[in-house]
């Protein structure tokens, strides 16, 4: 902009167009700032895919609910949400449903706990003796060829009476492992079919990140999980692939960006203690710590009826639960299906590829864009620059410092007085007029220090502009570099739990 002149502006129609064209620039180079610092302040998020070979991968936990899910008794055509309807013959230990009083209809039904004998068992009780042991369930397993690298935990579901989770001891394991090989063992000796062809008799397998947990609800908190029914009478070989995504949390979707944070256990556990708190007791199907099992029919009813599926859905809201910023998914791969003569389902699952996709979501703007767009807008626009603007300050600062030493010269006036002292008055006398000379000769010489002193300021501070240029430009530099290694040190620390 040093080609403008503000002052002769209006002058002639060329200082004109040259004002209307300066005009429009600082307009648009206005706007194109701010919608810079907008960004900066709310940067658009992008997303991006990505391919990696791992020599190492996490390996997923397995749940594993048998079905029919307890004793005695066989299951409806639902698979999902499998029901008590009559025992089987011959029967297994078919005696054991009137010692605690529970009718045929089996436990999900809230009608059938009216006269169990609440006074002389627990429900825990019960539970433990209907259900089936993890040696009744899974004889024999390894992980990585050993039953030692993997822990094992069981947990009550109403519909799916007790489950087993298998978790990898090692966080990573080598890609080309053994895997899993579970033996899953069924005491149905014949393989019944229902209407849609599936055998009744079988397996439910989830598939999940190991933070995850199964919560036996058809709702979205499962979403995250593989599934696969095994029947009995088959031999299964899975292969498995895994796949990474990374939102960014923001206030408008926001999310949990711990690595240890698990949607499911969040609205598990929240569910959990909604319910017991509200009816003041719990179940092996909804435990709570702090409350003791419920004592009678009320109780169980009411509590078996907050934990219906649609009254189930109004506590998660109440919850609010964020998602999850890191999310693992596996999905498994049918490699193959064998018949075999013996009453359980046999199961391999294991990585057939090191290949991990990554979606990640990343921001779309950062400080090394909106350098570059000052730069541009300020720099095309405008004409400035690093340089020029380095250049713009020490002017302002040797014009401030010149200033500073003219106004120690005085204002000009003793020139005057000095001239005024020489002439004498005319009418005085001899030593008069020598005494005054004497004192024109010593001011003229003060006053021509001082100016000399003047000049010396200025030719010194015209010698310190090139340290001045190169100390701004050194303290430019630093900042620039800076900002781009704190940006960098920023989206380095992004995501580091599922890289």
């Known amino acids: 902009m040093a080609f403008f002149h503000w002052r002769n502006s209006l002058n002639s129609p060329k200082q004109v167009l040259k004002l209307v064209a300066v005009t429009i620039c600082l307009c648009i180079a206005s706007y194109q700032l701010s919608e810079c610092f907008s960004k900066l302040l709310r940067p658009p998020i992008s997303t ?68 169990f004998r609440f006074h002389n068992y627990t429900m825990k009780q019960f539970f433990d003796e209907a259900t089936y042991s993890f040696n009744e369930v899974i004889p024999f397993f390894g992980f990585d060829t050993l039953d030692t690298n993997a822990e094992v935990s069981s947990f009550y579901l109403l519909h799916f009476g007790r489950c087993f989770t298998l978790t990898p001891k090692n966080l990573t394991t080598e890609w080309d492992s053994t895997g899993y090989f579970l033996y899953l063992a069924h005491s149905d000796l014949v393989k019944t079919l229902n209407d849609q062809g599936v055998s009744i008799s079988g397996f439910h397998v989830y598939i999940h990140d190991r933070k995850e947990v199964f919560t036996g609800n058809g709702d979205k908190v499962d979403s995250f999980l593989d599934y696969l029914y095994g029947e009995t009478f088959e031999d299964i070989k899975l292969n498995l692939k895994i796949s990474v995504y990374q939102q960014i949390s923001t206030k408008e979707s926001y999310c949990n960006d711990s690595c240890d944070y698990s949607l499911s256990r969040c609205q598990l556990k929240c569910l959990q203690g909604m319910i017991t708190e509200q009816v003041g007791c719990s179940t092996p199907w909804l435990p709570n710590p702090n409350l003791q099992d419920c004592q009678n029919y009320n109780d169980t009813r009411l509590l078996m009826a907050a934990y219906d599926t649609f ?64 730069g541009g807008s300020l720099g095309f626009l405008l004409g400035i620059s690093v340089l020029g603007l380095v250049n713009m300050f020490e002017e302002t600062v040797n014009i401030l410092l010149c200033k500073r030493n003219d106004r120690k010269g005085g204002n000009g006036s003793i020139p005057e007085k000095i001239e005024n002292v020489g002439k004498g008055d005319e009418n005085s006398s001899q030593n008069e007029h020598e005494d005054g000379m004497r004192i024109y000769f010593k001011q ?37 570099i800076w900002i781009i290694a704190f940006e960098r040190r920023l989206l380095g620390l992004s995501f580091t739990c599922l890289d």
Not at 322 to 343: E, F, G, L, V, W
Not at 345 to 357: A, G, Y
Request: some cysteine.
């Open 48 to 115: 991006r895919y990505s391919f990696s070979l791992n020599d190492t991968l996490e390996f997923p936990a397995v749940t594993i609910c048998r079905t029919p899910p307890y004793k005695c008794f066989s299951l409806n055509d639902t698979l999902e949400f499998p029901a008590v309807t009559i025992c089987r013959t011959p029967p297994y230990k078919s005696n054991f449903y009137e010692k605690y009083g529970l009718s045929a209809d089996g436990p999900t039904k809230s009608s059938s706990w009216t006269n």
């Open 444 to 480: 003229k010489k003060m006053f021509e220090d001082d100016v000399s002193s003047t000049k010396m300021g200025c030719v010194f501070i015209s010698s310190r502009r090139r340290c001045l240029r190169m100390m701004f430009r050194k303290i430019i530099l630093v900042l620039i």
């Open 311 to 374: 009254k189930r859905v109004d506590y998660l809201k109440e919850c609010a639960c964020p998602q999850a910023c890191n999310i693992k998914i596996y999905n498994h791969y049918i490699h193959s299906i064998k018949d075999i003569t013996r009453s359980s389902c046999e199961m391999t699952i294991k990585f057939n590829s090191n290949l991990v996709t990554t979606m990640k979501e990343v921001l779309g703007y950062d400080w090394n864009l909106f350098l570059s767009d000052l």
